[in-house]
């Protein structure tokens, strides 16, 4: 028997990464060697302390709940944690019902709208952007509507181009700065500027928070909860994730509006049981270290954002250094007609080389490519030297 996929999956769009997938595994299939720069999944290991944190945890005999579910016995550790971290890093109080611990953020991004959306419902999402907001209001039976980042806003959604038609139906409203893939920051008052079109049009303001660590040159990136009076209308999504070197660890959490994180809450017992309590006391000692951590794990991605910047400017394909995220937004070359698609197939023909086409996050990425810095300064230079090659 075949099983026949249901249309909540067919309603996604088709997966633009396929076709490369494809053929990068013939040309490996060849004996060629491929080197991809297309992943955003930090290459550098977890610091050691918080390693070492986690194997305690859970080799405590003393603690007769290390075993259970991660969710009935929370670790009360994480929530002090993330409380005193936003104390210290934006000066935000959160109350313990303004914070609910998650598996990494994917988990509650794509479970948020299932607590939210009706069937029939619209949220806005950015494009380009990261697919699983898209995919969170599919799945809840809902619609997106789409607002284009672009390159003369700076990448940062224009709140007064959304119709007022699509003000009057959505219910929520994605933000994700830093971002991913553009590698924009926002300032504050953006920031101040989103929570007021939530207030004067009842939508929840979701801010993605999943690069707010991965800064440089000094940059550090605000929380939009910062924003007095943001809590009434936004949350927050942070996660170890990516300024930890903790993707599969499964570790975050929202924080923000009370009645939101409820709901969430509501979704979450009833379909998981939480991050394993010994990963919970982990990332503890993770966030109270974060001030020592992070100077350590940037300095080791901003050297490799020059290299690659510094490369392909030389070369004549001159890109920003960005602030702050693990890639690079560089628009693609003019003799490709601005064709990512393009790009990225003679990238990987003639040089062997992966980068992700901007086409991949949406409409509005096209004209760009992404390259990921997760990969060691070697792979980099490689890559890079292969690249300017057909720049020649
Ligand atoms: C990586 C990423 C996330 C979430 O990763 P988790 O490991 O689930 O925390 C969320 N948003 C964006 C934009 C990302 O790039």
């Given at each position: 028997?075949?099983?026949?996929?249901?249309?909540?999956?067919?309603?996604?769009?088709?997966?633009?990464?396929?076709a490369?997938?494809?053929?990068?595994?013939?040309?490996?299939?060849?004996?060629?060697?491929?080197?991809?720069?297309?992943?955003?999944?930090?290459?550098?290991?977890?610091?050691?302390?918080?390693?070492?944190?986690?194997?305690?945890a859970?080799?405590?005999?003393?603690?007769?709940?290390?075993?259970?579910?991660?969710?009935?016995?929370?670790?009360?550790?994480?929530?002090?944690?993330?409380?005193?971290?936003?104390?210290?890093?934006?000066?935000?109080?959160?109350?313990?019902?303004?914070?609910?611990?998650?598996?990494?953020?994917?988990?509650?991004?794509?479970?948020?709208?299932?607590?939210?959306?009706n069937?029939?419902?619209?949220?806005?999402?950015?494009?380009?952007?990261?697919?699983?907001?898209?995919?969170?209001?599919?799945?809840?039976?809902g619609?997106?509507?789409?607002?284009?980042?672009?390159?003369?806003?700076?990448?940062?959604?224009?709140?007064?181009?959304?119709?007022?038609?699509?003000?009057?139906?959505?219910?929520?409203?994605?933000?994700?700065?830093?971002?991913?893939?553009?590698?924009?920051?926002?300032?504050?008052e953006?920031?101040?500027?989103?929570?007021?079109?939530?207030?004067?049009?009842?939508?929840?303001?979701?801010?993605?928070?999943?690069?707010?660590?991965?800064?440089?040159?000094?940059?550090?990136?605000?929380?939009?909860?910062?924003?007095?009076?943001?809590?009434?209308?936004?949350?927050?999504?942070?996660?170890?994730?990516?300024?930890?070197?903790?993707?599969?660890?499964?570790?975050?959490?929202?924080?923000?509006?009370a009645?939101?994180?409820?709901?969430?809450?509501?979704?979450?017992?009833n379909?998981?049981?939480?991050?394993?309590?010994?990963?919970?006391?982990?990332?503890?000692?993770?966030?109270?270290?974060?001030?020592?951590?992070?100077p350590?794990?940037n300095?080791?991605?901003?050297?490799?954002?020059?290299?690659?910047?510094?490369?392909?400017?030389?070369?004549g394909?001159?890109?920003?250094?960005?602030?702050?995220?693990?890639?690079?937004?560089?628009?693609?070359?003019?003799?490709?007609?601005?064709?990512?698609?393009?790009?990225?197939?003679?990238?990987?023909?003639?040089?062997?080389?992966?980068?992700?086409?901007?086409?991949?996050?949406?409409?509005?990425?096209?004209?760009?490519?992404?390259?990921?810095?997760?990969?060691?300064?070697?792979?980099?230079?490689?890559?890079?030297?292969?690249?300017?090659?057909?720049?020649?």
């Amino acid at each position: 028997m075949e099983i026949q996929l249901a249309n909540r999956l067919q309603k996604l769009p088709p997966y633009l990464f396929a076709a490369l997938r494809r053929k990068i595994a013939e040309k490996k299939a060849k004996g060629e060697q491929v080197i991809s720069l297309g992943i955003g999944d930090p290459d550098l290991p977890t610091p050691d302390a918080i390693i070492d944190e986690l194997c305690r945890a859970v080799k405590d005999a003393n603690d007769p709940n290390r075993h259970r579910y991660g969710c009935d016995v929370p670790a009360g550790e994480f929530k002090e944690a993330v409380k005193n971290f936003y104390k210290r890093r934006y000066k935000v109080t959160l109350a313990d019902d303004q914070i609910i611990t998650t598996m990494g953020s994917k988990d509650a991004i794509a479970k948020l709208p299932m607590g939210i959306m009706n069937p029939g419902d619209l949220a806005i999402a950015p494009v380009p952007g990261y697919p699983t907001y898209n995919i969170g209001h599919t799945f809840a039976g809902g619609v997106t509507f789409q607002v284009p980042l672009l390159r003369e806003n700076k990448f940062l959604v224009d709140f007064d181009a959304i119709p007022l038609e699509v003000r009057r139906l959505a219910k929520i409203l994605w933000i994700n700065y830093p971002n991913n893939p553009t590698t924009a920051v926002a300032p504050l008052e953006f920031f101040a500027r989103a929570v007021e079109f939530g207030r004067q049009n009842n939508i929840l303001i979701a801010h993605d928070s999943a690069y707010s660590e991965n800064t440089y040159d000094g940059y550090k990136a605000p929380s939009i909860l910062e924003v007095p009076g943001a809590d009434e209308v936004a949350v927050e999504f942070f996660s170890l994730s990516k300024a930890f070197n903790m993707t599969g660890w499964r570790v975050g959490c929202l924080c923000g509006n009370a009645s939101a994180v409820k709901a969430l809450s509501l979704v979450k017992d009833n379909v998981d049981n939480g991050t394993l309590r010994a990963a919970q006391f982990a990332a503890a000692k993770a966030l109270d270290m974060g001030e020592e951590i992070f100077p350590q794990i940037n300095e080791i991605y901003r050297v490799r954002r020059d290299l690659v910047c510094d490369a392909l400017s030389a070369a004549g394909w001159p890109v920003e250094k960005p602030k702050a995220t693990i890639y690079i937004w560089a628009p693609v070359p003019e003799k490709f007609g601005g064709k990512s698609g393009v790009f990225a197939d003679e990238l990987l023909d003639k040089a062997g080389v992966v980068v992700t086409p901007g086409l991949g996050y949406g409409q509005w990425g096209e004209g760009f490519y992404r390259i990921s810095l997760t990969y060691p300064d070697a792979v980099l230079k490689e890559a890079l030297s292969r690249i300017v090659a057909m720049a020649q």
